[in-house]
Structures are given as structure tokens and as C-alpha cells.
């Protein structure tokens, strides 16, 4: 398919094409929203619910990149995966309520959205912001966080090749790393929906061709 040219970035060559093109939509959703909208700074104190999922693990590395505080939410069987990527807490929500488990948070990424907010609205300071990374946001939740006075932002990514350009920097250095958690081939498509759907992907899943899977260094 046919992009602008300024929508785009060069794949850093230290990363396959399957770590690349998983960063691009999930990476870029966790820049966008943490860095472009609220603004992230050292010693902010930021909730990832999801922690371990497409999104999730992103917005854990990019908040650490910039010094934050982070406290990432999961399954206790993901534990060891989103301590791996720098978290300074870890709440497993299968064996805690994480309402009570954090408060006074800047920042609270919230994923599931819809009754989840309840919560989320617990957690946040006073003043604070929740990144809703779905649209469904009830009147009754609005009104609730304007009495808070707490910003609930939703927004769809948008295509920017610059801010392409600042993950691509950071995938080259290292400051994030994609975590592909299954590559399916193309006609597994089927099997790839199949195994979003079950809610429990960690990191990313990757669908592929045999061309995009040649060595980088081949014509």
C-alpha cells in the first residue's frame, strides 16, 4: 500500500522486521499518549493496567525511559515478565484489589475502559489524567471526574512519521525492546484472532509472509 513519505521511519538495523513492525501501532499509541498528550516527566507516578499486553509493555518502557514512577498491573502469571521490563511495583490483579493497592497516581493507563474507569477513578490524584485506550467512557464516569477534577482523554493514534522516528530511536538504543510473543504465518490468520481473543497475549502477535521474513541484508 501506497504512505507518505513523512509517515514513515527507517527499521534501525539492529531490529528484524517482526520487532519493527510490532512497535509500530502499539509503541506509537504509548508515545503519543504518555509523551505528545500527558506530558510525562521524571518522578511522575504512572498506573499501567495491562501491563504485559501489546500497549502495555511499551507504555512500561517509554514511562521508565523518562524516570517515571511505575506501578504495572497483570496477572500474577505475568509477574516476571513486567518486573523484567523496569517496573518499580507490580500489582497482580488475580490476587489483590488494585483499587486498594495504589492511589494518588498522575497518570492511570486504562485499556478496558467502560466499568474498568470505576476503578481507575479511585486511583488517580486529584487533578490527575486517565488515558482511556478505548471509547467507551459513560456519561456517569465523565461526570465523576469532573467532580475529581480529573481529565479522562481518549484518542485514536495518529499516523506521525516523527514520532515513528523517536521509537525508532529508542528501539535502536535499547531503551524499548518489542516482546513478540507468537509469529503466525499468513494463512494462520485465523489462529492469530484466535489467540488475541482469549485476552491473555503477552507483548505482541505478529502475523507474517515468507517475503517479509528474508534476511534484511537480501535484495
Same mark, same amino acid.
Given at each position: 500500500?501506497?504512505?507518505?513519505?513523512?509517515?514513515?521511519?527507517?527499521?534501525?538495523?539492529?531490529?528484524?522486521?517482526?520487532?519493527?513492525?510490532?512497535?509500530?501501532?502499539?509503541?506509537?499509541?504509548?508515545?503519543?499518549?504518555?509523551?505528545?498528550?500527558?506530558?510525562?516527566?521524571?518522578?511522575?507516578?504512572?498506573?499501567?493496567?495491562?501491563?504485559?499486553?501489546?500497549?502495555?509493555?511499551?507504555?512500561?518502557?517509554?514511562?521508565?525511559?523518562?524516570?517515571?514512577?511505575?506501578?504495572?498491573?497483570?496477572?500474577?502469571?505475568?509477574?516476571?515478565?513486567?518486573?523484567?521490563?523496569?517496573?518499580?511495583?507490580?500489582?497482580?490483579?488475580?490476587?489483590?484489589?488494585?483499587?486498594?493497592?495504589?492511589?494518588?497516581?498522575?497518570?492511570?493507563? @486504562?485499556?478496558? !475502559?467502560?466499568?474498568? $474507569?470505576?476503578? +481507575?477513578?479511585?486511583?488517580?490524584?486529584?487533578?490527575?489524567? %486517565?488515558? /482511556?485506550?478505548?471509547?467507551?467512557?459513560?456519561?456517569?464516569?465523565?461526570?465523576?471526574?469532573?467532580?475529581?477534577?480529573?481529565?479522562?482523554?481518549?484518542?485514536?493514534?495518529?499516523?506521525?512519521?516523527? @514520532?515513528?522516528? !523517536?521509537?525508532?530511536? $529508542?528501539?535502536? +538504543?535499547?531503551?524499548?525492546?518489542?516482546?513478540?510473543?507468537? %509469529?503466525? /504465518?499468513?494463512?494462520?490468520?485465523?489462529?492469530?484472532?484466535?489467540?488475541?481473543?482469549?485476552?491473555?497475549?503477552?507483548?505482541?502477535?505478529?502475523?507474517?509472509?515468507?517475503?517479509?521474513?528474508?534476511?534484511?541484508?537480501?535484495?
Amino acid at each position: 500500500m501506497a504512505a507518505p513519505e513523512d509517515h514513515l521511519a527507517l527499521i534501525p538495523e539492529n531490529q528484524t522486521f517482526e520487532s519493527a513492525s510490532a512497535a509500530t501501532l502499539a509503541a506509537l499509541t504509548a508515545w503519543q499518549q504518555l509523551v505528545c498528550f500527558a506530558k510525562i516527566k521524571k518522578g511522575s507516578k504512572v498506573l499501567i493496567q495491562g501491563a504485559s499486553g501489546g500497549v502495555g509493555h511499551y507504555a512500561v518502557q517509554i514511562a521508565k525511559y523518562f524516570k517515571a514512577h511505575v506501578i504495572g498491573v497483570s496477572s500474577s502469571a505475568n509477574r516476571d515478565f513486567v518486573l523484567s521490563l523496569g517496573v518499580d511495583e507490580h500489582i497482580a490483579y488475580d490476587e489483590k484489589i488494585v483499587e486498594d493497592e495504589a492511589s494518588e497516581m498522575d497518570i492511570v493507563i @486504562d485499556p478496558f !475502559s467502560g466499568e474498568n $474507569l470505576y476503578g +481507575s477513578l479511585k486511583m488517580v490524584r486529584t487533578g490527575g489524567l %486517565i488515558i /482511556s485506550l478505548l471509547p467507551f467512557i459513560s456519561e456517569d464516569v465523565l461526570q465523576k471526574a469532573k467532580s475529581k477534577d480529573v481529565d479522562i482523554h481518549y484518542e485514536l493514534v495518529k499516523s506521525n512519521g516523527s @514520532d515513528m522516528e !523517536s521509537i525508532a530511536t $529508542l528501539l535502536k +538504543s535499547g531503551a524499548i525492546i518489542s516482546h513478540t510473543s507468537q %509469529i503466525y /504465518s499468513f494463512d494462520e490468520m485465523a489462529k492469530a484472532h484466535l489467540a488475541m481473543e482469549t485476552g491473555k497475549t503477552v507483548g505482541k502477535i505478529v502475523v507474517t509472509t515468507e517475503q517479509i521474513t528474508r534476511s534484511r541484508s537480501q535484495p
